[in-house]
């Protein structure tokens, strides 16, 4: 192999600190898309009575504990909020 690229080819020039907020961003989109489908199943199981009041008030700490720790993530990344939003093209966004 001579090194060289292939016509066309782009070298990828990696950052370091912009490999550590890439690989922050895509860790704490999952993280927050993984928050919202809890909350949201969290919320049916209330809707349907399945919880008990102490459940309940467990589940309502525990995800108001993680929105808090996600925006101190956020913070400490230099992220916002709709910066973890992903296009996923014809589907539309992520969060």
């Known amino acids: 192999m001579s090194g060289r ?23 704490l989109t999952l993280i927050e898309l993984l928050r919202r489908l809890m909350e949201k199943q969290a919320l049916r199981r209330i809707e349907r009575g399945t919880l008990t009041d102490e459940e309940i008030e467990r589940v309502g700490l525990t995800m108001l504990r993680l929105e808090e720790k996600m925006e101190e993530l956020k913070r400490a990344f230099g992220l916002e909020g709709e910066e973890l939003n992903l296009n996923l093209g014809p589907l539309g966004d992520l969060l």
């Open 5 to 27: 690229n292939p016509a066309g080819a782009q070298r990828i020039h990696a950052d370091p600190e912009k490999v550590e907020q890439g690989l922050a961003k895509l860790v």
